[in-house]
């Protein structure tokens, strides 16, 4: 694990991307007869992203996998379906052109994930995270691991410290209700 404090980051970070499977989802998948995979995911996790994009905040998802249901899922928070990457397996180039699309640097963007093949773009994400359950290898390579699991709040975690050091953590509840 690096040897800093991580917080000294937060204030860079201007958007989000993350991994699914063990990130917002505890990593466990059911696979439907008509091959959907199926995930669960927390709606504290929820809640924090759609807060994200609510102030403006960029977020990508960067997933191997695949799956109407993620489109769905994260489409109904308020990422736009062209930063919903899937079957990436090569994530470092989704990661780019996010920023690029964005205007973005890469140390200007959060990437939270927890396993192998998400270890070359935590390297050049600007702040690295991992649910507490990551795979050592990664939480090697991270900025910041979690106490939280995936799955249980680990995204809100994560989300929630950036959006307060920016003082963006706040909402109008009326707002909110009337476009979540």
């Avoid at 007869?33 to 960067?62: E, H, N, Q, W």
């Avoid at 989300?159 to 009326?174: F, P």
């Amino acid at each position: 694990m690096p040897n800093y404090n991580y917080k000294v980051n937060l204030h860079r970070i201007r958007a989000f991307a993350f991994d699914v499977d063990g990130v917002f989802t505890d990593g466990s998948i059911l696979s439907t007869a008509d091959g959907d995979l199926l995930r669960t995911f927390d709606s504290k996790d929820g809640f924090a992203v759609r807060m994200c994009t609510m102030k403006g905040y960029p977020v990508a998802i960067i997933t191997g996998g695949v799956s109407q249901s993620i489109v769905h899922r994260f489409k109904g928070l308020g990422v736009k379906e062209e930063d919903i990457y899937q079957k990436s397996r090569d994530k470092v180039p989704d990661f780019m052109d996010f920023c690029t699309r964005y205007g973005l640097q890469p140390e200007e963007v959060a990437f939270a994930g927890d396993d192998i093949p998400d270890i070359p773009v935590l390297k050049v994400a600007g702040l690295s995270a991992a649910p507490a359950d990551a795979v050592p290898e990664v939480k090697d390579v991270c900025d910041y691991v979690s106490l939280r699991p995936g799955g249980r709040a680990f995204a809100r975690d994560l989300i929630e410290q950036v959006l307060k050091v920016h003082e963006d953590w706040y909402l109008d509840t009326e707002v909110f209700a009337k476009t979540f």
